[in-house]
């Protein structure tokens, strides 16, 4: 098991290759850095962090199915909210910011990157 504050690896490519990167605003072409961390803590449900979360552990096959070698495993949208019946094809996937407003507006997740349209 490893600790989540030695989770480190930058997850923003990871991200870009989702479609799930979010630009800093007011600056063209740059990313937000996102640490492994907060991506493990984010599609686990855990959006409130402070040094007890980040003290919390992990085992190294969660950290890999979770982490940077996650993949979509539906190819329509999953968005909770939107039609269960629709075949739409996601043009873009759910960012970390996304998925916490909605967990804070509904208590219920959305992993990071998972298929968004409109």
Request: proline residues 5%; glycine residues 6%; aromatic residues 8%.
């Given at each position: 098991v490893i600790h989540l504050y030695e989770c480190y690896k930058?997850?923003?490519c990871h991200l870009r290759f989702l479609q799930s990167s979010e630009r800093i605003p007011g600056q063209?072409?740059?990313f937000f850095d996102v640490p492994?961390?907060?991506?493990?803590?984010?599609?686990?449900?855990?959006?409130?962090?402070?040094?007890?979360t980040l003290s919390l552990t992990i085992c190294n096959t969660h950290r890999e199915r979770?982490?940077?070698?996650?993949?979509?495993?539906?190819?329509?949208?999953?968005?909770?909210?939107?039609?269960?019946?629709?075949?739409a094809?996601?043009?873009?996937g759910a960012?970390?910011?996304?998925?916490?407003?909605?967990?804070?507006?509904?208590?219920?997740?959305i992993p990071v990157g998972s298929g968004k349209s409109n």
């Open positions: 930058d997850a923003s063209c072409g740059n492994e961390a907060i991506l493990l803590l984010y599609r686990g449900g855990i959006f409130s962090i402070d040094c007890n979770l982490g940077l070698k996650w993949r979509r495993t539906k190819s329509t949208c999953c968005h909770p909210d939107h039609n269960v019946k629709s075949r094809k996601p043009d873009r960012t970390p910011t996304l998925c916490k407003e909605y967990w804070l507006q509904t208590r219920r997740t």
